[in-house]
């Protein structure tokens, strides 16, 4: 769910500019999971740029607020939600802890690093939401620990179809600042992509487990 017209094409604008995403119709990337995709994205590459790392800090405090009112704590999603989580936390002004993708196989073996209490409110941060399945399961641990989850927000997400409905059986209310269709509508119009590429990325997100 994008909130924000003006914001979503704002944070497309900076993501292509910092080239966090990399649009390659013709030569395409191959994700872990075998799927072939004409996108990559790494918003962890926005980190490295003050006025984009500013611009999303600001709007991801503004949209939790909106939506959520105050939290009692800010949580990141290993790996690339512990950064821009804790850069959120730091704005508003409240306590950050993140979840990591396993219990750590040494020490504690903790899952939580950080400290939540029970029945403490939280918003789980993420950079990037595709199937949703890693950022539910960090959803998951927090309800474990009985930790009062208001709902997550993200820089991006792609929009499948298997991810709006993994967040609607979680019954998790996901806000994000950008979409993958704002983003390629973008590219079109900056000129990163031909108006062909443009055909064959749009057809890509509609079914790309069988996509070539």
């Known amino acids: 769910m994008v909130i924000d017209q003006n914001t979503a094409t704002k944070i497309a604008?900076?993501?292509?500019?910092?080239?966090?995403?990399?649009?390659?119709?013709?030569?395409?990337?191959?994700?872990?999971?075998?799927?072939?995709?004409?996108?990559y994205c790494d918003n962890r590459i926005t980190l490295s740029y003050p006025k984009i790392r500013t611009y999303i800090r600001q709007e991801f405090s503004k949209k939790i607020i909106e939506k959520f009112g105050t939290p009692d704590v800010i949580v990141g999603v290993?790996?690339?939600?512990?950064?821009?989580?804790?850069?959120?936390?730091?704005?508003?002004?409240l306590p950050f802890a993140y979840v990591r993708a396993e219990a750590k196989g040494h020490g504690l073996g903790n899952l939580i690093e950080g400290k939540i209490e029970r029945g403490q409110r939280v918003v789980v941060i993420e950079?990037?939401?595709?199937?949703?399945?890693?950022?539910?399961?960090?959803?998951?641990?927090?309800?474990?620990?009985?930790?009062?989850?208001?709902?997550?927000?993200?820089?991006?997400?792609?929009?499948?179809k298997v991810a709006k409905e993994n967040f609607k059986k979680a019954d998790c209310k996901l806000v994000t600042l950008s979409d993958y269709d704002t983003l390629?509508?973008?590219?079109?119009?900056?000129?990163?992509?031909?108006?062909?590429?443009?055909?064959?990325?749009?057809?890509?997100r509609d079914s790309p487990d069988t996509w070539k």
């Open 184 to 204: 390629v509508r973008q590219a079109l119009d900056a000129g990163y992509i031909s108006q062909d590429d443009f055909d064959t990325i749009k057809n890509w």
């Open 127 to 160: 950079d990037l939401i595709s199937t949703g399945g890693s950022s539910l399961k960090a959803v998951n641990a927090l309800r474990e620990i009985d930790a009062q989850v208001l709902g997550m927000v993200s820089i991006f997400t792609y929009g499948f």
């Open 13 to 39: 604008e900076y993501l292509l500019q910092a080239k966090a995403i990399k649009l390659q119709p013709k030569n395409p990337f191959t994700w872990a999971s075998g799927w072939k995709s004409p996108i």
């Open 78 to 93: 290993a790996t690339g939600g512990i950064a821009q989580g804790a850069l959120v936390a730091e704005e508003l002004g």
